[in-house]
Protein backbone atom coordinates (compact mmCIF):
# COMPACT_ATOMS: atom_id res chain seq x y z
CA UNK A 1 0.00 0.00 0.00
CA UNK A 2 1.10 3.47 -0.82
CA UNK A 3 1.50 6.12 2.10
CA UNK A 4 1.83 9.57 1.32
CA UNK A 5 4.48 11.72 3.11
CA UNK A 6 3.07 14.15 5.17
CA UNK A 7 4.27 17.50 2.70
CA UNK A 8 1.75 15.03 0.23
CA UNK A 9 -1.01 14.92 3.04
CA UNK A 10 -0.88 18.41 3.98
CA UNK A 11 -1.24 19.51 0.62
CA UNK A 12 -3.86 16.83 -0.17
CA UNK A 13 -6.03 18.19 2.84
CA UNK A 14 -5.34 21.60 2.04
CA UNK A 15 -6.29 20.97 -1.63
CA UNK A 16 -9.38 19.26 -0.71
CA UNK A 17 -10.42 22.28 1.87
CA UNK A 18 -10.30 24.43 -1.26
CA UNK A 19 -12.99 22.13 -3.14
CA UNK A 20 -15.37 24.86 -1.48
CA UNK A 21 -14.15 27.67 -2.99
CA UNK A 22 -14.78 26.08 -6.20
CA UNK A 23 -18.29 24.84 -4.79
CA UNK A 24 -19.19 28.69 -4.12
CA UNK A 25 -17.78 29.35 -7.58
CA UNK A 26 -20.67 27.01 -9.02
CA UNK A 27 -23.21 28.87 -6.84
CA UNK A 28 -21.80 32.12 -8.38
CA UNK A 29 -22.06 30.37 -12.13
CA UNK A 30 -25.46 29.27 -11.48
CA UNK A 31 -26.60 32.84 -10.59
CA UNK A 32 -24.88 33.99 -14.14
CA UNK A 33 -26.86 31.37 -16.38
CA UNK A 34 -30.23 32.12 -14.62
CA UNK A 35 -29.74 35.60 -15.46
CA UNK A 36 -29.10 36.59 -11.88
CA UNK A 37 -26.09 37.97 -12.45
CA UNK A 38 -25.85 41.02 -15.45
CA UNK A 39 -23.40 39.60 -17.78
CA UNK A 40 -22.26 39.40 -21.60
CA UNK A 41 -21.73 36.48 -23.47
CA UNK A 42 -18.14 36.24 -23.23
CA UNK A 43 -18.17 36.88 -19.63
CA UNK A 44 -20.77 33.66 -19.24
CA UNK A 45 -18.07 31.47 -21.34
CA UNK A 46 -14.74 32.72 -19.10
CA UNK A 47 -16.70 32.59 -15.93
CA UNK A 48 -17.91 28.34 -17.56
CA UNK A 49 -14.18 27.81 -18.60
CA UNK A 50 -12.39 29.18 -15.38
CA UNK A 51 -15.12 26.93 -13.23
CA UNK A 52 -15.00 24.13 -15.45
CA UNK A 53 -10.92 24.18 -15.30
CA UNK A 54 -10.41 24.63 -11.25
CA UNK A 55 -12.47 21.23 -10.84
CA UNK A 56 -10.67 19.25 -13.70
CA UNK A 57 -7.54 20.73 -12.61
CA UNK A 58 -7.80 20.31 -8.81
CA UNK A 59 -8.98 16.10 -9.54
CA UNK A 60 -6.16 15.79 -11.86
CA UNK A 61 -3.43 17.86 -9.27
CA UNK A 62 -4.68 15.62 -6.55
CA UNK A 63 -3.97 12.57 -8.52
CA UNK A 64 -0.37 13.96 -9.49
CA UNK A 65 0.15 14.37 -5.55
CA UNK A 66 -0.59 10.99 -5.26
CA UNK A 67 1.34 8.93 -8.24
CA UNK A 68 4.33 11.46 -7.39
CA UNK A 69 5.00 9.44 -4.21
CA UNK A 70 5.65 6.66 -6.62
CA UNK A 71 8.26 8.30 -8.52
CA UNK A 72 12.50 8.24 -7.34
CA UNK A 73 12.28 12.08 -8.67
CA UNK A 74 14.03 14.26 -5.95
CA UNK A 75 13.59 18.02 -4.90
CA UNK A 76 12.61 20.64 -7.37
CA UNK A 77 11.38 17.72 -10.34
CA UNK A 78 9.69 15.67 -7.27
CA UNK A 79 7.90 19.44 -6.50
CA UNK A 80 6.90 20.31 -9.73
CA UNK A 81 5.62 16.52 -10.56
CA UNK A 82 3.31 16.38 -7.50
CA UNK A 83 2.21 20.55 -7.56
CA UNK A 84 2.64 22.02 -11.22
CA UNK A 85 -0.73 21.30 -11.82
CA UNK A 86 -2.35 22.34 -8.57
CA UNK A 87 -0.79 25.38 -9.34
CA UNK A 88 -1.87 25.71 -12.39
CA UNK A 89 -5.64 24.66 -10.94
CA UNK A 90 -5.36 28.17 -9.38
CA UNK A 91 -3.72 30.49 -12.06
CA UNK A 92 -5.59 29.28 -15.39
CA UNK A 93 -9.10 29.93 -13.43
CA UNK A 94 -7.61 33.21 -12.11
CA UNK A 95 -6.99 33.90 -15.61
CA UNK A 96 -10.45 32.97 -16.60
CA UNK A 97 -12.03 35.09 -13.93
CA UNK A 98 -10.02 38.16 -13.33
CA UNK A 99 -9.69 39.12 -17.20
CA UNK A 100 -13.97 38.45 -17.03
CA UNK A 101 -14.42 40.89 -14.67
CA UNK A 102 -15.82 44.29 -14.57
CA UNK A 103 -19.39 45.45 -16.04
CA UNK A 104 -20.42 44.90 -19.43
CA UNK A 105 -16.76 43.46 -20.61
CA UNK A 106 -16.96 41.96 -24.13
CA UNK A 107 -13.22 41.40 -24.22
CA UNK A 108 -10.61 39.91 -21.76
CA UNK A 109 -8.20 42.36 -19.54
CA UNK A 110 -4.81 41.94 -19.67
CA UNK A 111 -5.12 39.58 -16.51
CA UNK A 112 -5.41 36.92 -19.52
CA UNK A 113 -2.04 36.81 -19.48
CA UNK A 114 -1.99 33.79 -16.91
CA UNK A 115 -3.55 31.86 -18.98
CA UNK A 116 -0.34 30.56 -20.73
CA UNK A 117 1.56 30.86 -17.87
CA UNK A 118 -0.86 28.57 -16.26
CA UNK A 119 -0.92 25.99 -19.06
CA UNK A 120 3.31 26.36 -18.77
CA UNK A 121 2.47 25.27 -15.08
CA UNK A 122 0.24 22.35 -16.56
CA UNK A 123 2.55 20.97 -18.90
CA UNK A 124 5.49 21.54 -16.74
CA UNK A 125 4.16 19.33 -14.09
CA UNK A 126 2.59 16.30 -16.38
CA UNK A 127 5.54 15.47 -18.11
CA UNK A 128 7.81 15.62 -15.12
CA UNK A 129 5.29 13.33 -13.41
CA UNK A 130 5.04 11.11 -16.52
CA UNK A 131 9.00 11.04 -17.33
CA UNK A 132 9.79 10.48 -13.55
CA UNK A 133 7.09 7.71 -13.96
CA UNK A 134 8.39 5.88 -16.72
CA UNK A 135 12.14 6.24 -15.75
CA UNK A 136 11.04 3.26 -12.42
Do not use: K, N, Y
Not at 89 to 100: D, K, L, N, Y
Not at 119 to 126: D, E, I, Y
Amino acid sequence: MLELSAAAATTAGVVLLSVVAIESGGAFLVRVVTGGVPVTPFQTSFFRAGHAHAGVLVTLGLVCLILGEATDLAGLWRWLGQTGVLLAAVVMPAGFFFSAMGVGRERPSRWVVLLPVGAVLLAAGVVTLGVGLLAL
